[in-house]
């Protein structure tokens, strides 16, 4: 595979102004905080690139949009499956902030969303790879997941202690180096089943070592589950 | 090239290949009444003739353990195709798999007692709930240990499992793949597409103009993907494919189906095909009002007046949602193997007259067959069959 530079990359902020990088009122109202989270940092992240319309938008969520996926399903088992709204539902597809991100920079082009929990980042991120090899120079690629109130009482029964925050991280891809790259992603192979980690990861959890990384402007292997490249930061 | 060397399916029509040919041979429907889970719904749905306790039966599972549909489908699906392909060392055997259900067929399970109080509900129902679950459980089943993922963009999950398995392979990172997608019918989706109005009371009628909506279906199916020297049998060739975004509207198609038509334009130029060279379309056809307007729209504004054969098999089966795509996939190569065309089940007035959809199973030249998968969230996938 050739190598692929990353042109931006961001964290979501509570800080951000919502009402510009998302303009319609409507949309806002209707976007869970999970659906808020990933547009916002995915439309970020393409400003930040100065990318209006990315040839890829590739979208990854270990847990998906909880927060619907539970409200419809506490008002289906409280009404007896009767008089039931079908926004939540319909919020509840885990393919809803890639096609809300399209919907809203009117991208018709290659849209994906993988959803395999803590690995779901790194099938995004190898996609992404794989989309410049097919000859998409700019690609979005990020990953949201949220830490609701009922997955932190779920994990606690479990016994599980989550040590990571819950959020969404967005990378710009491009094919050709820019004046704006970060760094540059080389030497990709994949990584079979048996070598991957048992133990409990938050599914963001690689994505954001991904942007520290970035961040901190560290060269590294990274061995994701998985997935194995070399990140040079520039 | 790369080419399907092996296939499984369970699905309404029955476990494994040859039931579910039979069944689109004799023209034989599989929607019933849903009578695996309880629900208020009165609704005809294309549900597997069998129970949970019984899918695991076959599949040398202990009964008393907890294990999702959405997985017993799949690990039944594609241990039939690694099998058909007679792949032996799974080593380095990768695995794209769709679903949109996941565990969630037992997720209420833990919920309705979650509910009341927070400290109940049986954890072992709610452990499944993540998609990576399904993943795993096929994966493990199968002794596949090579790279593992799951894709879910709704309706047209599998097919985009499909193309991602042949990318892998184009592009030298996988030699084999086994790709395709498990969806089980649960009360969430049920009740979802209820919410939404756009399910059929009685057996759905695809293309036709007085239809009222879609039947759900539950099904698996998967393909294992090989270049063509590695391939011990070869149905067909994957020669094209091409995923495209609507990007209109959550959950409806422009009316022209735009993101429909670029899927499809994008499968004929990657095929390096002319659109007259397409035999069949096995259309998405859900037999909802948007969906089939739209996709005869853009079928129309690739073919004008030069239609091929096309037909929507949702009337067998009923959309089997993040699986459709591979069981179209299957029922594609399926033509091209047997040199059929399936029937279109439902359709007595067509929306258009002049390019009615096949009536009825028939025998004919199939070369090149086109599968179209569309969903929510403006996904369009087209993928195109070429016969070897």
């Not at chain 1, 509840?92 to 803590?118: E, H, P, W």
């Not at chain 2, 019918?185 to 057996?203: A, E, H, P, Q, W």
């Amino acid at each position: 595979m050739n190598p692929v530079y990353i042109s931006a990359a961001t964290s979501y902020s509570d800080e951000w102004d919502l009402k510009t990088l998302i303009p319609d009122a409507n949309m806002r109202r209707r976007m869970s905080r999970l659906v808020k989270m990933g547009v916002a940092s995915g439309l970020q992240c393409l400003a930040e690139a100065g990318i209006g319309s990315p040839d890829a938008i590739i979208t990854a969520s270990g847990y998906g949009c909880l927060t619907d996926s539970e409200k419809f399903l506490t008002t289906l088992i409280a009404n007896k499956e009767q008089l039931l709204n079908p926004t939540p539902f319909i919020q509840s597809t885990f393919n809803t902030i890639g096609s809300q991100i399209a919907i809203l920079t009117k991208c018709k082009r290659y849209n994906m969303t993988y959803v395999d929990g803590a690995e779901s980042f790194t099938s995004a991120l190898l996609d992404a790879m794989l989309s410049v090899g097919d000859g998409a120079k700019t690609v979005l690629v990020g990953i949201t997941d949220e830490l609701t109130p009922t997955l932190t009482d779920i994990l606690k029964r479990m016994r599980i202690s989550v040590a990571t925050t819950d959020g969404a991280y967005f990378f710009a891809l491009t094919s050709e180096k820019t004046d704006s790259a970060k760094a540059v992603i080389s030497n990709v192979e994949l990584i079979g089943r048996q070598c991957a980690k048992n133990s409990y990861t938050f599914p963001t959890a690689e994505a954001q070592q991904l942007f520290q990384l970035i961040e901190n402007k560290t060269n590294s292997t990274c061995k994701f589950d998985k997935l194995k490249f070399d990140l040079q930061c520039l | 090239m790369v080419v399907i060397s092996g296939m499984g399916i369970v699905s309404a029509l029955g476990i494994g290949l040859q039931d579910n040919l039979q069944s689109l041979e004799a023209e034989r429907v599989g929607l019933r009444k849903i009578q695996n889970f309880a629900t208020i719904h009165d609704v005809p749905a294309g549900e597997l003739p069998l129970d949970n306790r019984e899918l695991k039966r076959r599949l040398g599972i202990n009964e008393a353990k907890v294990v999702s549909r959405t997985s017993l489908l799949g690990m039944l699906a594609a241990e039939e195709a690694l099998a058909d392909a007679g792949v032996g060392d799974r080593s380095r055997v990768a695995l794209i798999t769709a679903t949109t259900v996941g565990g969630m067929d037992l997720t209420p399970v833990f919920f309705a007692d979650f509910m009341a109080d927070r400290t109940k509900g049986r954890l072992r129902y709610v452990r499944q709930h993540d998609c990576s679950n399904s993943t795993n459980a096929i994966a493990d089943y199968c002794h596949i240990d090579g790279f593992t993922t799951a894709i879910s963009t709704a309706c047209s999950s599998a097919a985009n499992a499909i193309m991602t398995g042949c990318r892998l392979i184009e592009q030298g990172l996988a030699d084999c793949v086994v790709a395709g997608g498990t969806d089980a019918l649960c009360v969430y989706t049920l009740n979802g597409f209820k919410s939404l109005m756009i399910l059929d009371s009685d057996r759905c009628r695809p293309f036709d103009a007085n239809r009222k909506g879609l039947n759900l279906g539950e099904a698996a199916a998967y393909v294992v993907l090989q270049r063509a020297t590695d391939a011990h049998k070869q149905y067909c060739a994957v020669a094209g494919y091409a995923n495209a975004n609507d990007a209109f509207h959550q959950t409806a198609m422009t009316a022209e189906g735009q993101g429909a038509s670029e899927a499809m334009l994008g499968a004929l130029r990657q095929a390096n095909l002319q659109p007259a060279d397409i035999d069949y379309i096995n259309a998405h056809g859900t037999g909802t009002p948007n969906n089939d307007a739209s996709e005869l729209a853009a079928m129309q504004s690739v073919w004008a007046d030069k239609m091929p054969k096309y037909s929507s098999t949702k009337g067998f089966t009923g959309h089997t949602l993040a699986a459709a795509g591979s069981v179209e996939a299957v029922f594609a190569a399926l033509a091209i193997e047997h040199q059929t065309v399936w029937a279109n089940i439902g359709c007595e007035t067509p929306i258009s007259q002049q390019f009615a959809p096949v009536a009825h199973t028939a025998k004919c030249a199939v070369r090149n067959v086109m599968s179209n998968s569309f969903g929510f969230g403006g996904n369009c996938t087209s993928l195109v069959f070429s016969k070897i």
